[in-house]
């Protein structure tokens, strides 16, 4: 009796189902990280007013907005807390998901201009760095992400930045991490 019903909604009452659907399942938020290079393969980091005292250094991220694509999102975080503009590769590095109805994506970007402009409500500092001298207090997840991706920032293998990531085994971060 219940496929029957679920089957006339789906075939008279077309959008009802999908707002069933919508309703009873879970929403997930999707935060959003740019891994952005500069001509000198150096990597953009920002220094969060709002992260961990012992943890203020991280890669650009955000959360998607509703409806927004996520490379998207990387070009807005970087123009919105940087004032730089970026270009984004197309297809994510890595997607993990199970974090308390978090899941989390990431995007190889290129720095191609702007002005640095500092959104002094979320950002304290933001500038570029070697790959080998990263800052104390960088998120580890960021850092193991800047290392799986080291070929990328020294421009010696364009295509090993897509290659399959092994499992790490990272434990989920809190809310307040990124």
Avoid at 43 to 54: A, E, F, H
Avoid at 58 to 66: D, N, W
Avoid at 150 to 165: I, L, M, N, Q, Y
Wanted: charged residues 30%.
């Amino acid at each position: 009796m219940r496929e029957k019903i679920w089957t006339f909604i789906g075939r008279h009452a077309g959008g009802v189902q999908w707002r069933i659907l919508w309703i009873v399942h879970t929403k997930y938020i999707v935060g959003v990280s740019g891994l952005v290079r500069n001509s000198a393969g150096q990597v953009l980091l920002i220094k969060g007013r709002m992260w961990k005292p012992s943890r203020p250094w991280g890669l650009v991220t955000g959360y998607a907005e509703s409806g927004e694509r996520w490379e998207d999102t990387v070009v807005r975080e970087a123009r919105e807390e940087t004032g730089f503009e970026v270009k984004v590769e197309p297809n994510p590095v890595r997607l993990v998901t199970g974090f308390k109805l978090r899941a989390e994506v990431a995007y190889l970007a290129e720095h191609v201009g702007g002005t640095y402009r500092p959104d002094r409500k979320e950002v304290l500092d933001a500038r570029f760095f070697n790959i080998d001298e990263l800052p104390e207090g960088l998120l580890p997840q960021h850092r193991d992400l800047i290392a799986h991706h080291r070929c990328w920032f020294k421009g010696d293998d364009v295509d090993r930045a897509h290659a399959p990531r092994e499992a790490h085994g990272h434990a989920a971060t809190e809310t307040g991490d990124l």
